[in-house]
């Protein structure tokens, strides 16, 4: 009979609450990124240090522009920080294009049912759209 492997104590929970996008203009952002998700964003709303866009599941989204960290220095990564679920790629794609946002990597597939691209928010953090 083999012996059960334990499995190690961490005080970390296997789940995530929420990703964090580094801003240098939050209002621009909030903006920004409420048009690509179709919603309604007042402005007079937005306040510094943080947006939380209103995301459905339990992931959220949180805009921060490091209004109280002076030293704080803005760096994109050229890698996706995160992705948004689609369901038709073709038309998000054409989506994005339409709105003038810079594709940073084209489409690629992966048999038939799954696809992505990579484009850029105003700070050109990298955001992949994909089908998964």
């Given at each position: 009979?083999?012996?059960?492997?334990?499995?190690?104590?961490t005080?970390?929970?296997?789940?995530?609450?929420?990703?964090?996008?580094?801003?240098?203009?939050?209002?621009?952002?909030a903006?920004?990124?409420?048009?690509?998700?179709?919603?309604?964003?007042?402005?007079?709303?937005?306040?510094?240090?943080?947006?939380?866009?209103?995301?459905?599941?339990?992931?959220?989204?949180?805009?921060?522009?490091?209004?109280?960290?002076k030293?704080?220095?803005?760096?994109?990564?050229?890698?996706?920080?995160?992705?948004?679920?689609?369901?038709?790629?073709?038309?998000?794609?054409?989506?994005?294009?339409?709105?003038?946002?810079?594709?940073?990597r084209?489409?690629?597939?992966?048999?038939?049912?799954?696809?992505?691209?990579?484009?850029?928010?105003?700070?050109?953090?990298?955001?992949?759209?994909?089908?998964?």
């Open positions: 009979m083999e012996k059960e492997k334990a499995v190690p104590y005080p970390i929970k296997n789940e995530m609450c929420g990703v964090f996008i580094h801003v240098t203009d939050l209002k621009k952002s903006q920004w990124y409420c048009d690509v998700l179709g919603l309604e964003v007042n402005p007079d709303n937005v306040e510094s240090p943080v947006f939380n866009v209103p995301i459905n599941g339990v992931t959220g989204l949180t805009l921060d522009d490091h209004a109280f960290d030293s704080f220095v803005h760096h994109s990564s050229p890698s996706p920080i995160f992705n948004f679920r689609v369901t038709d790629i073709d038309e998000a794609y054409t989506y994005i294009k339409g709105k003038g946002i810079p594709i940073v084209e489409m690629e597939w992966v048999g038939d049912d799954f696809a992505w691209f990579n484009f850029a928010d105003p700070d050109g953090n990298v955001i992949m759209a994909c089908t998964c």
